[in-house]
């Protein structure tokens, strides 16, 4: 079966930084995605990673390993408004979005 | 309006009742997605309409019943629904194929409680 498998919770403190792994088995690979969601509110687009690598968009950056099936996010400068839920999914071979069950991260002053 | 609406916010129906969820989106994609999300589980996709016409079901009990009149509106017509089928219901949209991410865009969801 496919399956992605990120951490359930994490918590982190202001300023700091903090790494969310996803690690994914699919059936094909098209991509990876991570999308951040607040509480109440629609998932919204972080990232999208295709090649083996780090992409780096300001505070965030996401890296890609195809070969180990593994891809982080990693979020620098931690601020409170980053408390989220942070959802990774896979497209796979027939271009389906396979979802992870969410990373809630909890920031602490 | 931008991106993706959704309506009712919230909606609590009996078991018996029969109500439609709407989505709407104004931002001129040609591919939108019906999903349930349920607390700590992973987004169910429930059904796709690509140009309009429906590719994906995915198995959804024929109690979820969805319409896709044109390519900016998405409805999900509910009747007879089960208390397990409480979720938040999700709409998105995207552009496929984009030659890129084909990243969705997500409205705020639907909650509903079924009692």
């Known amino acids: 079966g496919q399956n992605i498998d990120q951490p359930t919770e994490m918590t982190a403190t202001e300023g700091a930084i903090v790494q969310i792994n996803c690690t994914y088995q699919t059936s094909g690979f098209n991509g990876l995605f991570w999308y951040q969601q607040h509480a109440g509110e629609a998932p919204t687009f972080l990232s999208y990673?295709?090649l083996d690598g780090l992409e780096e968009k300001g505070r965030f950056s996401s890296f890609l390993s195809r070969s180990k099936g593994y891809s982080y996010l990693l979020l620098k400068e931690l601020q409170m408004k980053d408390s989220a839920s942070y959802l990774c999914?896979?497209?796979?071979?027939?271009?389906?979005?396979?979802w992870g069950a969410g990373t809630k991260l909890i920031i602490k002053p | 309006e931008t991106g993706v609406t959704q309506t009712p916010r919230h909606l609590v129906m009996g078991m018996t009742n029969k109500k439609s969820l709407k989505c709407e989106q104004h931002l001129g994609h040609n591919a939108m997605y019906w999903y349930k999300q349920s607390a700590k589980k992973p987004l169910e996709l429930m059904f796709v309409?690509?140009?309009?016409?429906?590719?994906e079901n995915n198995s959804v009990p024929s109690r979820f019943s969805p319409e896709c009149p044109n390519s900016s509106h998405l409805f999900l017509h509910l009747h007879t629904l089960q208390p397990e089928d409480s979720a938040l219901y999700l709409c998105?949209?995207?552009?496929?194929?984009?030659?890129?991410?084909?990243?969705?865009?997500f409205g705020p969801g639907t909650r509903l409680t079924v009692t």
């Open positions: 998105a949209s995207s552009q496929v194929p984009s030659g890129g991410a084909d990243e969705q865009y």
């Open positions: 309409y690509s140009l309009e016409e429906r590719v």
């Open positions: 999914a896979v497209l796979d071979s027939n271009y389906q979005l396979i």
């Open positions: 990673n295709v």
